[in-house]
Protein backbone atom coordinates (compact mmCIF):
# COMPACT_ATOMS: atom_id res chain seq x y z
CA UNK A 1 0.00 0.00 0.00
CA UNK A 2 2.90 2.32 0.43
CA UNK A 3 4.85 3.25 -2.20
CA UNK A 4 2.06 2.60 -4.61
CA UNK A 5 0.34 4.58 -2.00
CA UNK A 6 2.60 6.48 -2.58
CA UNK A 7 2.74 5.83 -5.84
CA UNK A 8 -0.99 5.57 -6.49
CA UNK A 9 -2.17 6.87 -2.87
CA UNK A 10 -4.77 5.64 -1.69
CA UNK A 11 -5.76 2.94 -0.03
CA UNK A 12 -3.89 0.61 -1.50
CA UNK A 13 -4.46 1.20 -4.94
CA UNK A 14 -5.19 -1.11 -3.08
CA UNK A 15 -7.16 -0.87 -1.40
CA UNK A 16 -7.35 2.30 -3.29
CA UNK A 17 -12.87 6.79 -4.98
CA UNK A 18 -15.14 8.52 -5.42
CA UNK A 19 -16.58 11.09 -7.44
CA UNK A 20 -20.18 13.13 -7.55
CA UNK A 21 -22.67 15.23 -8.82
CA UNK A 22 -24.61 15.22 -11.73
CA UNK A 23 -28.07 13.55 -11.30
CA UNK A 24 -30.19 11.97 -9.31
CA UNK A 25 -31.76 9.55 -10.90
CA UNK A 26 -29.60 6.88 -12.31
CA UNK A 27 -29.34 6.96 -16.11
CA UNK A 28 -29.44 3.08 -16.32
CA UNK A 29 -32.40 2.53 -13.73
CA UNK A 30 -34.68 5.01 -16.15
CA UNK A 31 -33.68 2.81 -19.04
CA UNK A 32 -34.23 -0.51 -17.68
CA UNK A 33 -36.95 -0.54 -15.68
CA UNK A 34 -37.78 -4.21 -16.15
CA UNK A 35 -34.31 -5.13 -15.36
CA UNK A 36 -34.04 -6.80 -11.42
CA UNK A 37 -31.08 -6.15 -9.12
CA UNK A 38 -28.21 -8.46 -9.06
CA UNK A 39 -26.94 -11.14 -6.84
CA UNK A 40 -24.53 -10.11 -4.23
CA UNK A 41 -21.95 -13.45 -4.62
CA UNK A 42 -19.32 -11.71 -6.45
CA UNK A 43 -15.40 -10.96 -5.93
CA UNK A 44 -16.05 -7.81 -4.64
CA UNK A 45 -17.22 -9.09 -0.97
CA UNK A 46 -14.61 -11.33 -1.10
CA UNK A 47 -12.40 -8.49 -1.11
CA UNK A 48 -14.59 -6.60 1.15
CA UNK A 49 -14.48 -9.33 4.04
CA UNK A 50 -10.74 -9.09 3.58
CA UNK A 51 -9.77 -5.33 3.49
CA UNK A 52 -12.29 -3.96 5.53
CA UNK A 53 -11.47 -2.47 9.09
CA UNK A 54 -8.53 0.04 9.95
CA UNK A 55 -4.64 -0.63 8.59
CA UNK A 56 -1.38 1.11 9.49
CA UNK A 57 1.86 0.98 7.86
CA UNK A 58 4.83 2.78 6.94
CA UNK A 59 5.60 4.25 3.74
CA UNK A 60 8.70 5.19 1.16
CA UNK A 61 7.63 7.08 -1.40
CA UNK A 62 9.20 5.98 -4.49
CA UNK A 63 8.45 9.01 -6.40
CA UNK A 64 7.57 12.89 -5.55
CA UNK A 65 3.94 12.99 -5.13
CA UNK A 66 1.94 16.38 -4.98
CA UNK A 67 0.60 16.70 -1.32
CA UNK A 68 2.03 13.41 -0.05
CA UNK A 69 5.90 13.76 0.11
CA UNK A 70 9.09 13.77 -1.76
CA UNK A 71 10.82 10.82 -3.07
CA UNK A 72 12.77 8.91 0.00
CA UNK A 73 10.36 10.67 2.78
CA UNK A 74 9.20 7.50 5.38
CA UNK A 75 5.95 8.48 6.48
CA UNK A 76 3.23 6.58 8.46
CA UNK A 77 0.27 5.69 6.25
CA UNK A 78 -3.19 4.65 7.44
CA UNK A 79 -6.19 3.54 5.22
CA UNK A 80 -9.69 2.52 6.76
CA UNK A 81 -12.08 0.27 4.54
CA UNK A 82 -16.19 -0.07 4.75
CA UNK A 83 -18.96 -0.97 3.16
CA UNK A 84 -21.43 1.27 1.76
CA UNK A 85 -24.37 1.19 -0.64
CA UNK A 86 -26.08 -2.19 0.76
CA UNK A 87 -22.65 -3.71 0.55
CA UNK A 88 -22.57 -3.03 -3.36
CA UNK A 89 -19.83 -0.75 -2.94
CA UNK A 90 -16.55 -0.22 -0.93
CA UNK A 91 -15.52 2.83 0.40
CA UNK A 92 -11.33 3.77 1.39
CA UNK A 93 -10.13 7.36 3.14
CA UNK A 94 -6.50 7.09 3.08
CA UNK A 95 -4.02 9.23 5.11
CA UNK A 96 -0.43 9.68 4.08
CA UNK A 97 1.48 12.05 5.69
CA UNK A 98 -0.12 15.41 4.61
CA UNK A 99 -2.06 13.81 2.07
CA UNK A 100 -5.36 12.31 2.05
CA UNK A 101 -7.28 10.74 -0.82
CA UNK A 102 -10.87 8.95 -1.12
CA UNK A 103 -11.18 5.54 -2.99
CA UNK A 104 -14.49 3.88 -4.55
CA UNK A 105 -14.88 0.21 -4.90
CA UNK A 106 -16.88 -2.01 -6.99
CA UNK A 107 -18.11 -4.55 -9.29
CA UNK A 108 -18.21 -4.32 -12.70
CA UNK A 109 -20.36 -7.66 -14.65
CA UNK A 110 -19.28 -6.35 -18.13
CA UNK A 111 -15.53 -6.69 -17.32
CA UNK A 112 -15.56 -9.22 -14.81
CA UNK A 113 -13.26 -7.10 -12.07
CA UNK A 114 -13.55 -4.61 -9.43
CA UNK A 115 -13.21 -0.92 -10.34
CA UNK A 116 -11.20 1.33 -8.30
CA UNK A 117 -11.42 5.06 -8.64
CA UNK A 118 -9.49 7.45 -6.55
CA UNK A 119 -8.66 11.34 -5.96
CA UNK A 120 -6.22 12.61 -3.47
CA UNK A 121 -5.54 16.06 -1.73
CA UNK A 122 -2.76 17.17 -4.62
CA UNK A 123 -5.65 16.64 -7.38
CA UNK A 124 -4.23 13.34 -8.23
CA UNK A 125 -6.75 10.78 -9.93
CA UNK A 126 -6.52 7.07 -10.53
CA UNK A 127 -8.95 4.37 -12.10
CA UNK A 128 -7.77 0.90 -12.14
CA UNK A 129 -9.20 -3.13 -11.98
CA UNK A 130 -8.48 -5.46 -9.25
CA UNK A 131 -8.88 -9.10 -9.54
CA UNK A 132 -7.96 -12.68 -8.28
CA UNK A 133 -5.57 -14.90 -10.32
CA UNK A 134 -3.66 -17.60 -8.87
CA UNK A 135 -4.71 -17.19 -5.69
CA UNK A 136 -3.65 -13.55 -5.06
CA UNK A 137 -4.97 -10.10 -5.56
CA UNK A 138 -3.89 -8.49 -8.87
CA UNK A 139 -4.18 -4.13 -8.79
CA UNK A 140 -3.38 -2.48 -12.39
CA UNK A 141 -4.61 1.09 -13.10
CA UNK A 142 -3.15 4.34 -14.99
CA UNK A 143 -3.67 7.77 -13.22
CA UNK A 144 -2.30 11.55 -13.65
CA UNK A 145 -0.90 14.79 -11.76
CA UNK A 146 -3.18 17.57 -11.16
CA UNK A 147 -0.72 18.53 -13.97
CA UNK A 148 -1.42 16.47 -16.42
CA UNK A 149 1.58 14.09 -15.59
CA UNK A 150 0.51 10.45 -16.23
CA UNK A 151 1.14 7.34 -14.30
CA UNK A 152 0.67 3.56 -14.09
CA UNK A 153 1.46 1.11 -11.42
CA UNK A 154 0.50 -2.96 -10.66
CA UNK A 155 0.94 -5.18 -7.97
CA UNK A 156 -0.12 -7.88 -6.04
CA UNK A 157 -1.57 -8.16 -2.65
CA UNK A 158 -0.36 -10.93 -0.77
CA UNK A 159 -1.00 -12.76 2.51
CA UNK A 160 1.62 -12.94 5.00
CA UNK A 161 1.00 -14.82 8.39
CA UNK A 162 -2.80 -15.15 7.98
CA UNK A 163 -3.82 -11.52 7.85
CA UNK A 164 -0.60 -9.76 7.44
CA UNK A 165 -1.11 -8.13 3.42
CA UNK A 166 1.98 -7.29 1.27
CA UNK A 167 1.98 -5.06 -1.44
CA UNK A 168 4.32 -5.38 -4.46
CA UNK A 169 4.49 -4.29 -7.45
CA UNK A 170 5.95 -1.36 -9.60
CA UNK A 171 5.34 2.35 -10.33
CA UNK A 172 6.43 4.17 -12.92
CA UNK A 173 5.79 8.33 -13.85
CA UNK A 174 5.74 9.59 -17.28
CA UNK A 175 7.01 6.81 -18.77
CA UNK A 176 9.78 6.73 -17.13
CA UNK A 177 11.51 3.10 -15.27
CA UNK A 178 8.76 0.81 -13.72
CA UNK A 179 10.12 1.60 -9.74
CA UNK A 180 9.81 -1.31 -7.49
CA UNK A 181 8.24 -1.83 -4.34
CA UNK A 182 6.86 -3.94 -1.45
CA UNK A 183 4.93 -2.56 1.68
CA UNK A 184 3.58 -4.25 4.70
CA UNK A 185 0.31 -2.96 6.38
CA UNK A 186 -1.15 -4.65 9.89
CA UNK A 187 -4.75 -4.42 10.98
CA UNK A 188 -4.90 -1.57 13.76
CA UNK A 189 -8.61 -2.05 14.18
CA UNK A 190 -11.61 -4.55 13.01
CA UNK A 191 -14.71 -3.53 11.73
CA UNK A 192 -18.00 -5.71 11.63
CA UNK A 193 -18.95 -6.23 7.82
CA UNK A 194 -22.06 -5.00 7.97
CA UNK A 195 -20.82 -2.14 9.19
CA UNK A 196 -21.68 1.63 7.34
CA UNK A 197 -19.91 3.73 10.66
CA UNK A 198 -17.78 6.41 8.79
CA UNK A 199 -14.28 6.35 9.22
CA UNK A 200 -12.74 7.01 12.28
CA UNK A 201 -10.23 9.50 10.91
CA UNK A 202 -9.05 13.09 11.99
CA UNK A 203 -10.11 14.82 9.06
CA UNK A 204 -9.89 18.18 10.38
CA UNK A 205 -6.16 18.06 11.53
CA UNK A 206 -5.12 16.45 8.80
CA UNK A 207 -6.81 19.38 6.61
CA UNK A 208 -5.52 21.86 8.62
CA UNK A 209 -2.02 20.81 8.37
CA UNK A 210 -2.40 19.23 4.58
CA UNK A 211 -0.82 21.17 1.35
CA UNK A 212 -3.03 23.86 -0.31
CA UNK A 213 -4.97 22.33 -2.83
CA UNK A 214 -4.42 23.44 -6.50
CA UNK A 215 -7.92 22.96 -8.95
CA UNK A 216 -8.78 25.05 -11.61
CA UNK A 217 -10.51 28.13 -10.50
CA UNK A 218 -13.49 27.25 -12.95
CA UNK A 219 -14.14 23.61 -11.44
CA UNK A 220 -13.84 25.41 -7.92
CA UNK A 221 -16.77 27.56 -8.89
CA UNK A 222 -18.38 24.76 -10.48
CA UNK A 223 -18.30 22.77 -7.12
CA UNK A 224 -19.56 25.61 -5.29
CA UNK A 225 -22.59 26.07 -7.02
CA UNK A 226 -23.83 22.49 -6.49
CA UNK A 227 -23.20 22.61 -2.99
CA UNK A 228 -26.37 22.60 -0.92
CA UNK A 229 -29.88 20.38 -0.79
CA UNK A 230 -31.40 20.05 -4.12
CA UNK A 231 -34.91 18.12 -5.11
CA UNK A 232 -34.67 16.44 -8.45
CA UNK A 233 -37.51 15.41 -10.79
CA UNK A 234 -38.04 13.30 -14.26
CA UNK A 235 -41.13 12.66 -16.48
CA UNK A 236 -39.94 8.86 -17.87
CA UNK A 237 -42.66 6.91 -20.33
CA UNK A 238 -45.10 9.17 -18.96
CA UNK A 239 -44.45 9.21 -14.76
CA UNK A 240 -43.34 11.73 -12.92
CA UNK A 241 -40.02 10.68 -10.11
CA UNK A 242 -38.99 12.54 -8.04
CA UNK A 243 -35.75 12.44 -5.22
CA UNK A 244 -33.42 14.53 -3.44
CA UNK A 245 -29.82 15.25 -3.35
CA UNK A 246 -27.05 16.14 -0.60
CA UNK A 247 -23.72 17.45 -2.04
CA UNK A 248 -21.23 18.61 0.30
CA UNK A 249 -17.50 19.15 -0.17
CA UNK A 250 -14.79 15.88 1.02
CA UNK A 251 -13.28 17.25 3.95
CA UNK A 252 -9.85 18.11 2.15
CA UNK A 253 -11.97 19.96 -0.53
CA UNK A 254 -10.65 17.56 -2.95
CA UNK A 255 -13.78 16.98 -4.63
CA UNK A 256 -17.56 16.90 -4.35
CA UNK A 257 -19.18 14.09 -2.32
CA UNK A 258 -23.23 13.34 -3.12
CA UNK A 259 -25.35 10.94 -1.40
CA UNK A 260 -28.64 10.79 -3.46
CA UNK A 261 -32.02 9.12 -3.44
CA UNK A 262 -35.53 8.56 -5.44
CA UNK A 263 -38.18 6.80 -6.58
CA UNK A 264 -36.70 5.01 -10.22
CA UNK A 265 -39.01 2.98 -12.50
CA UNK A 266 -37.56 -0.04 -10.74
CA UNK A 267 -38.76 1.22 -7.22
CA UNK A 268 -36.93 3.09 -4.24
CA UNK A 269 -33.21 3.62 -5.04
CA UNK A 270 -30.25 5.32 -3.51
CA UNK A 271 -26.81 6.25 -4.38
CA UNK A 272 -23.05 8.04 -4.30
CA UNK A 273 -21.54 10.14 -6.29
CA UNK A 274 -18.10 11.93 -6.60
CA UNK A 275 -17.15 14.38 -8.69
CA UNK A 276 -13.19 15.89 -9.25
CA UNK A 277 -11.04 16.98 -11.81
CA UNK A 278 -9.06 15.01 -14.07
CA UNK A 279 -5.86 16.34 -14.88
CA UNK A 280 -5.06 14.97 -17.76
CA UNK A 281 -8.33 14.61 -19.73
CA UNK A 282 -8.88 18.44 -18.91
CA UNK A 283 -12.25 17.37 -17.48
CA UNK A 284 -14.77 17.10 -14.85
CA UNK A 285 -14.78 13.37 -13.41
CA UNK A 286 -18.60 11.89 -11.99
CA UNK A 287 -18.42 8.20 -10.80
CA UNK A 288 -21.65 7.14 -9.61
CA UNK A 289 -23.05 3.97 -7.51
CA UNK A 290 -26.26 3.28 -6.88
CA UNK A 291 -27.96 0.55 -4.83
CA UNK A 292 -29.53 -1.51 -7.49
CA UNK A 293 -26.41 -2.07 -9.02
CA UNK A 294 -26.22 0.49 -11.32
CA UNK A 295 -23.17 1.74 -11.90
CA UNK A 296 -21.55 5.34 -14.30
CA UNK A 297 -18.38 7.24 -14.84
CA UNK A 298 -18.96 10.52 -16.63
CA UNK A 299 -16.87 13.46 -18.35
CA UNK A 300 -17.84 16.60 -18.66
CA UNK A 301 -16.43 19.74 -20.45
CA UNK A 302 -16.98 23.03 -19.00
CA UNK A 303 -18.07 24.92 -21.97
CA UNK A 304 -19.75 27.77 -20.39
CA UNK A 305 -20.70 28.99 -16.61
CA UNK A 306 -23.85 28.36 -17.90
CA UNK A 307 -23.02 24.72 -19.45
CA UNK A 308 -20.93 21.80 -19.34
CA UNK A 309 -21.33 18.95 -21.84
CA UNK A 310 -20.23 15.37 -21.60
CA UNK A 311 -20.48 11.64 -21.99
CA UNK A 312 -21.40 8.74 -19.83
CA UNK A 313 -20.14 4.91 -20.04
CA UNK A 314 -22.42 2.73 -17.57
CA UNK A 315 -24.08 -0.45 -16.42
CA UNK A 316 -27.01 -0.92 -15.78
CA UNK A 317 -28.69 -3.02 -12.91
CA UNK A 318 -28.97 -6.21 -15.14
CA UNK A 319 -25.18 -5.85 -16.07
CA UNK A 320 -26.07 -4.27 -19.38
CA UNK A 321 -23.22 -1.89 -20.80
CA UNK A 322 -24.30 1.44 -22.13
CA UNK A 323 -23.34 4.79 -23.46
CA UNK A 324 -25.26 8.16 -23.62
CA UNK A 325 -24.43 11.53 -24.19
CA UNK A 326 -25.11 14.72 -21.42
CA UNK A 327 -26.07 18.32 -21.16
CA UNK A 328 -25.95 20.71 -18.31
CA UNK A 329 -27.72 23.81 -18.28
CA UNK A 330 -27.56 26.50 -15.33
CA UNK A 331 -30.69 28.15 -16.07
CA UNK A 332 -30.33 30.37 -12.59
CA UNK A 333 -27.92 29.88 -9.37
CA UNK A 334 -31.27 27.87 -8.46
CA UNK A 335 -32.37 25.56 -11.03
CA UNK A 336 -30.72 23.72 -13.09
CA UNK A 337 -31.25 20.77 -15.93
CA UNK A 338 -29.45 17.78 -16.82
CA UNK A 339 -30.55 15.95 -20.32
CA UNK A 340 -29.47 12.72 -21.04
CA UNK A 341 -29.54 11.44 -24.28
CA UNK A 342 -29.13 7.81 -24.85
CA UNK A 343 -30.17 5.18 -27.64
CA UNK A 344 -31.17 9.17 -29.60
CA UNK A 345 -34.28 8.87 -26.61
CA UNK A 346 -33.50 12.09 -24.45
CA UNK A 347 -34.56 12.38 -20.91
CA UNK A 348 -34.24 15.68 -18.81
CA UNK A 349 -33.54 16.04 -15.22
CA UNK A 350 -34.83 19.04 -13.42
CA UNK A 351 -33.16 20.11 -10.23
CA UNK A 352 -34.30 23.32 -7.36
CA UNK A 353 -32.28 24.09 -4.73
CA UNK A 354 -34.24 23.77 -1.62
CA UNK A 355 -31.26 24.69 0.89
CA UNK A 356 -27.63 25.88 0.98
Not at 14 to 41: C, E, F, G, Q, S
Not at 113 to 140: A, L, M, V
Not at 145 to 155: K, N
Request: proline share 5%; net charge negative; charged share 25%.
Amino acid sequence: MSRLLAAVPTALIVIALMVTPRALLPVAAAADAANKAPALDTPLQEFGEMVVGRWVGKVTMLVDWPGFGKKGDSVTGQVTFQWIADRLALEGADFLGTGTNRALYFWDPVAKKIRQSQIDSGGTTWEGWIWKEDGHWISKGTGSYADGTRYEGEMAILIRDGNQPVYKGTIAVAGGNAEAFEDVYTRARDVSAASTDPPEVPYTMRRESGPEIKLPAEFVAECESYLGDWATEAEIDGKVYRGTWKVRWSPDRTCLITHWAADTPNGPGAGTRFEGWDGQAKKVLVVDFGSDGASSIERYRLTSNQVSEGEIVGVSPAGAPFRATARVVRNTPELFTWTVTRDGHATEYRFRRVAK
